[in-house]
């Protein structure tokens, strides 16, 4: 067992974390690195710099995940995985994600520094796409390995200009040969910043993360017919952009109806032809709704559906709706949580069971292997924004657990 004052290097990893941060920067403070850009392939390949110079081999599957790889005593063994995401939202910080990558780059170095062994090979995994951004689903690549989708379906997925997810994966050159998924893990464990209010305003260390919440995306278009602004009379209008509106309307009173836990939002729209003298014919808009419960979340999607045809029908619209992003509520492996409150115990931190409303590629892992999140606080709960910010210290804290959770699991090696 590690002892209390084994503990990761906070300024190593501090220091880390700026320098990835100095990649693809945003306008306002925080970044914009989105997934399978230049930006991303620099961060990917100063990722895998850091890692050979840590000792690691580095390899990358047909989705581009990498995995960073340090042997075990008993190299047959499954490895324990330590993973989260280097891509960014286009607006996003400069901690989402990358806190989980390069804390797990830093709970290798401390190894590496104290000589320790451990039983099981133990994995720093970058996965690919986790936002979702520039292509929907979000946590795509987690799930391919999952076996939520096929690569082939994930390589046809389209950006808004048209390029796709398979072409852009070739053009950096992290379309690897090595197959997706389909192997044994020991365990997997997530860092992630909290990116809600909680542990800052209670003024805990850290939180164990035991559920997941469940989330569709769901994508609808709305077609009516374009027209002249002033010579159309009101009552023959079709107007699509009308319909939208009254569809963000409905969407947000849904998540009032399923309180105290439901979410909902409508945060891409697209109108068409979006000039100022033309009646909209054509409106894209997308619905993400989120519930711990999936019983709720099932019913919340079936109210969104069913209500935004209705307000179709009474514009005269025609509907369609496709389901572009899904995954169900998830419970985290009890073993894998208690190794995380125990190292949290250990470490001296104070720390809460919580519930994760983001999604995360943990998420889907679960699915295949035991799994857990720790989470750090975030200043004022603000994540998807560049002002999100965190403290070296908190960022330490969730590495130390990390450390000595990940350490256990793997199983050390006296001497
Ligand atoms: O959407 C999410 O919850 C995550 O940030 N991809
Ligand atoms: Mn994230
Ligand atoms: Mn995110």
Not at 233 to 244: F, Y
Not at 388 to 406: K, M, Q, R
Request: aromatic share 6%; hydrophobic share 40%; charged share 20%.
């Amino acid at each position: 067992m590690l002892k209390t004052n084994q503990k990761t290097n906070q300024t190593r990893l501090w220091d880390s974390l700026m320098d990835m941060a100095k990649i693809g920067p945003g306008i306002a403070g925080g970044n914009n690195r989105q997934t399978l850009t230049d930006d991303d392939k620099q961060a990917r390949d100063l990722f895998g710099t850091w890692c050979k110079a840590a000792g690691m081999s580095v390899s990358v599957d047909a989705m581009g995940n990498m995995f960073a790889r340090r042997e075990g005593t008993d190299d047959t063994l499954p490895p324990v995985m330590m993973g989260s995401h280097l891509d960014t939202q286009p607006t996003g910080g400069k901690f989402d994600g990358v806190l989980g990558v390069l804390a797990g780059l830093e709970v290798i170095r401390t190894l590496n520094d104290m000589g320790i062994r451990t039983k099981h090979p133990i994995e720093v995994v970058n996965w690919t796409n986790e936002e979702g951004a520039r292509f929907a689903p979000a946590m795509v690549s987690s799930g391919v390995f999952a076996g939520v989708m096929s690569p082939q379906e994930a390589y046809a997925i389209k950006d808004g200009e048209g390029k796709s997810f398979g072409d852009e994966l070739a053009r950096i050159g992290y379309k690897g040969e090595l197959s997706v998924g389909g192997r044994e893990i020991k365990a997997m464990f997530e860092l992630h910043i909290e990116q809600g209010p909680i542990l800052e305003a209670e003024g805990l260390d850290v939180g164990v993360v035991a559920h997941g919440q469940g989330l569709r995306w769901i994508e609808f278009t709305l077609t009516g017919f374009e027209c002249h602004t002033g010579t159309t009379p009101m009552p023959v209008r079709r107007n699509a952009l009308l319909g939208a509106a009254r569809a963000v309307e409905f969407v947000n009173q849904v998540a009032f109806d399923f309180a105290p836990n439901a979410v909902a939002t409508v945060g891409l729209l697209n109108v068409s032809p979006n000039s100022r003298n033309i009646v909209p014919g054509k409106v894209m808009f997308c619905v993400d709704i989120r519930n711990p419960s999936l019983e709720d979340l099932k019913d919340m999607e079936t109210t969104v559906v069913e209500g935004i045809e209705r307000i179709a029908t009474e514009i005269g619209l025609e509907c369609e709706s496709e389901v572009v992003g899904a995954y169900d509520p998830v419970a985290f492996d009890k073993d894998c949580v208690d190794a995380v409150r125990r190292a949290a115990d250990r470490l001296g931190y104070s720390h809460k069971d919580m519930v994760s409303g983001a999604g995360h590629d943990a998420c889907h892992i679960a699915a295949i292997a035991p799994t857990a999140m720790i989470f750090c606080p975030c200043v004022g709960g603000v994540s998807h924004n560049e002002a999100e910010e965190i403290s070296p210290e908190w960022a330490a804290a969730g590495a130390d657990v990390l450390f000595h959770a990940v350490a256990e699991t793997a199983g050390l090696v006296e001497g």
